[in-house]
């Protein structure tokens, strides 16, 4: 076990620490260090801050309002919402601001249906943009907190005669302060760092991440690049440490009685309403884009055709999927493996080194994937790696490992402790115990993780840009491709390609967490 810990430590020092100090060693040279004094540096950092604070803001506030209206309201079809709430997470931040092009651009859909003169470009297309993409991972921080939240005191503030606005004021935010600081911090950490959504609907207002990609892809100057994307680590930095501290002082809490909600006209209309409009306004773009990629000629003859998808397979869509496919089960393979292993070793096993191991994992979580694609680049330049799937695998392994990690971590250290010392009074090595024991046990946790690692795959964009070549690019880039020489059809057309991919893949581990519940009983 000794050794296993001692290669684990190293993977992360080689794979994480490494490239990343020597990406910020380039910070050393005077002449790096003058881009912060420059204007295009000023304006993208001013550009990036108001865009974050103002998303941040909004996608908060709708992601408490939908846990209100899913854990507090008595509406049909929660669960429905629920999943619909969160489909945006399956397209890469590209789509999101594509698909506004053609529902709200010059020549959108919506725009020529109500003669609108307005303009997308700039602030507004990147805050409407940012929405899309930020406010799935809100809104799960939030409800996930929400939905388990004890009724006892809100049932002692019904008999005290309390009305209803102080009991949200006065018990609900206090409960949930923790999520929504954490969910606030997350949300603007996600959007500073974020280059698909800018690139899209920018305009000439100009981001720190679109500034970093200008400049180390477009103009091949690293050296830039390192410097923004130092500024850049900033915020997902006190993203990380803010969430660990919340996590560490949160106390733990059971619900010891359920919300007994009864129909309340008013309430519940008004929860619906609320639910439908943000609803619609999360997947209205989506449907756009599925739309647009079976039109004859967007936006002059919308008439339903197969031409286009013909056409991008033909422009090379189907072997960009295959890289896109083999890329997501390799690393989610490889990365449920390391990330249980990893798990199992600091819930279990204990010692200093499993403390520097889930340092080291969850860590992770604080680089943005542009800063660590960036890296990446600089230190395997001329390696036997470099241009190859294994570089993509490396990368994207290290770039979602810390969430996966958590969940086994969470679910390990919830099975008895004692096992390994049975086991060991019985003659049953580790090994026996993980396989027949945990595993069974962390299945569905298990399954969880391989589906997050193969969905984030799936649509990342920012740690594989940096990275790729024309013979292993991944699907999600030629989003990009395609729109760039006006082919609109073919590019939506690959971005129904990533999210169809994705709902199957989300089907197919539903139905096998199902199929396997409904097997349980009757082994025994």
Known sequence: MGLLKIALLLFFLLAVVLPLVGMFSRLADPQVREVFGTPAFASACVNSLVVAAITTVISV???????????????QGKSVFAVLLTVPMLVPSLAHGMSLVYLLGSNGILTNLL??????????????????????????MIYDVMRYEDATPYQAADVLGIPKPSQFAHITLPFLRKPLISAAFATFALVITDYGVPLMVG????????????NAVGLLDFDTGAAIGFVLLIPAVIDFLVDVLARDRASVRYVSRGFDLKPNAVRDAVGYVAAVIVTLALLAPIATFCMVSFATKYPLDLTPTLASIGRAFTMGAGSYWVNSLFTAFVVSILGTILAYLVAYITARVGGVSARLLHLASVTTLAVPGIVLGLSFALAFKGSLIYGTFAILILVNLVHFIASPYLMAYNSLSKVNKNLEAVGQTMGVGRARIVLDVLVPATADTIAEMFSFFFVNCMVTISAVSFLSTTLDMPLALLVTDLDAQRLVECSAFVS????????????VVAAIRRYRHTQQPVSR
């Open 203 to 214: 305009g000439k207002v100009t981001t720190l991440p679109v500034l970093m990609y200008q």
């Open 496 to 507: 129904v390609l990533i999210l169809v991919t994705n709902v199957i893949e989300k089907v």
């Open 115 to 140: 003669h609108g003169s307005w303009s997308i470009y700039g602030f507004p297309g990147i805050v409407m943009g940012s929405f899309l993409y930020s406010f799935p991972p809100a809104f799960l």
């Open 61 to 75: 506030l709708a992601a408490l309002l939908m846990s209100w209206v899913l854990c507090r309201t008595a509406i």
